[in-house]
Structures are given as structure tokens and as C-alpha cells.
T-cell receptor, first 109, second 114 residues
Framework: EDQVTQSPEALRLQEGESSSLNCSYT??????LFWYRQDPGKGPEFLFT???AGEEKEKERLKATLTKKESFLHITAPKPEDSATYLC??????????FGTGTKLQVIP | ETGVTQSPTHLIKTRGQQVTLRCSSQ?????VSWYQQALGQGPQFIFQ???????GRGNFPPRFSGLQFPNYSSELNVNALELDDSALYLC?????????????FGPGTRLTVT
């Protein structure tokens, strides 16, 4: 069965303090690894899809990387508006997409 | 481009009742997936609909059922509601038949079962 584990569960950063979120996964036949941002009470907002080991994608202060066993979401010089829960998910050969429990990020001014 | 919409926003039901949640997919998308998200947890896959048929199902009992209509909108029906069904129900749309599997989520329906 596909599994996704995210760490840390919660992360508190000062504004401008860069850090990384981890997503470890096991999946049969990876079709895609996804990162989403979710604000309280709202639906997840799509950020990135990564398809193969070695792939990297960037968007503003966020950069996602992928290896055969894990993905990292690097946050450079975060701002308070980056505060949210970041979700990682994988899709294998089946239609199901499996999500982790997320990392709750708080950026303090 | 119209995003994914869901209705209602909030709903309160009593244990044993039935509920129907609705979702309109993003324009150009032909596949709809439903997820249940309990507080503090990640979304759990319920099922997916493509071409008006169920196209994959997670570990949810048969009292969770769905429909997809010719315009690609969808319904989630839950019978015999239980207290543990209280959650945020998310709908996500995507385009099948491409090499990407990106899903775009709606704002969710918050269901409370008392």
C-alpha cells in the first residue's frame, strides 16, 4: 500500500529563516509526487508535480526536489504569508492519490 | 477559466440521516475525485469518477456513493451517517488522458454529524 510520511509535523520560522520540509514515500510505480498548500478551512492549492528522481521545480520562494525515496520542499527567506499547512501526495499505478498528514508552517514577523 | 466549486459550504446532520454534496469541476476537466479530510489529517481518497463511472475507490464502505453527470459535475452521497463522518469533504477535478495527474481542489464542504 502506498504511504507518505511528512516531517516535521509543525515548523516555526522567523521571517527570512530558510528551511526544508521532508516527504518520505513508498509507492508502486510512481506516476507523480505532488505538493499542495492548504490554508485553514480551505481546499488544498496545487503547487508542484514531480515525476522522476532528480527533478526540481521552483515557484517564488519555494523549490521542490525529488529522489527515489523522498521529496523536499525548500523555503527560502519565508514571509508571514507563507504560513500554511503543506501537503505532499503520491500517485502510483492505481487511480488513488495518497496524502501525508502535512507540515504546519508558521512564519513569525 | 472557472475553478472547482462545491455546495453547500457547511452542513449539519443527525446520525442516521443521509446527505448529498455537490461539485462542479473546473472547465475543461473530465475527472472528479472525492476526499474526506478529518481535522489535522491529510485528505483520504474516497473515489474517482470518469465518463460517469466510478474509476477507483479507497477504503470507504458502500454507504459512500457518487454520481458524475454528462457536464462532468458530481455528487457524493453518504447514507446512514455516523459521528465519524464529520469532516471536510473535498472535490478535486483533473483531466484524464494526459501525462499529468494534477488535481485542482474546491473549497470543500464542512459536514458535522451530531
Amino acid at each position: 500500500e502506498d504511504q507518505v510520511t511528512q516531517s516535521p509535523e509543525a515548523l516555526r520560522l522567523q521571517e527570512g529563516e530558510s528551511s526544508s520540509l521532508n516527504c518520505s514515500y513508498t509507492v508502486s510505480g510512481l506516476r507523480g509526487l505532488f505538493w499542495y498548500r492548504q490554508d485553514p478551512g480551505k481546499g488544498p492549492e496545487f503547487l508542484f508535480t514531480l515525476y522522476s528522481a532528480g527533478e526540481e521545480k521552483e515557484k517564488e520562494r519555494l523549490k521542490a526536489t525529488l529522489t527515489k525515496k523522498e521529496s523536499f520542499l525548500h523555503i527560502t527567506a519565508p514571509k508571514p504569508e507563507d504560513s500554511a499547512t503543506y501537503l505532499c501526495a503520491v500517485k502510483g499505478g492505481y487511480q488513488k492519490v495518497t496524502f501525508g498528514t502535512g507540515t504546519k508552517l508558521q512564519v513569525i514577523p | 477559466e472557472t475553478g472547482v466549486t462545491q455546495s453547500p459550504t457547511h452542513l449539519i446532520k443527525t446520525r442516521g440521516q443521509q446527505v448529498t454534496l455537490r461539485c462542479s469541476s473546473q472547465s475543461g476537466h473530465n475527472t472528479v475525485s472525492w476526499y474526506q479530510q478529518a481535522l489535522g489529517q491529510g485528505p483520504q481518497f474516497i473515489f474517482q469518477y470518469y465518463r460517469e463511472e466510478e474509476n477507483g475507490r479507497g477504503n470507504f464502505p458502500p454507504r459512500f456513493s457518487g454520481l458524475q453527470f454528462p457536464n462532468y459535475s458530481s455528487e457524493l452521497n453518504v447514507n446512514a451517517l455516523e459521528l465519524d463522518d464529520s469532516a471536510l469533504y473535498l472535490c478535486a477535478s483533473s483531466l484524464a488522458g494526459t501525462d499529468t495527474y494534477e488535481q485542482y481542489f474546491g473549497p470543500g464542504t464542512r459536514l458535522t454529524v451530531t
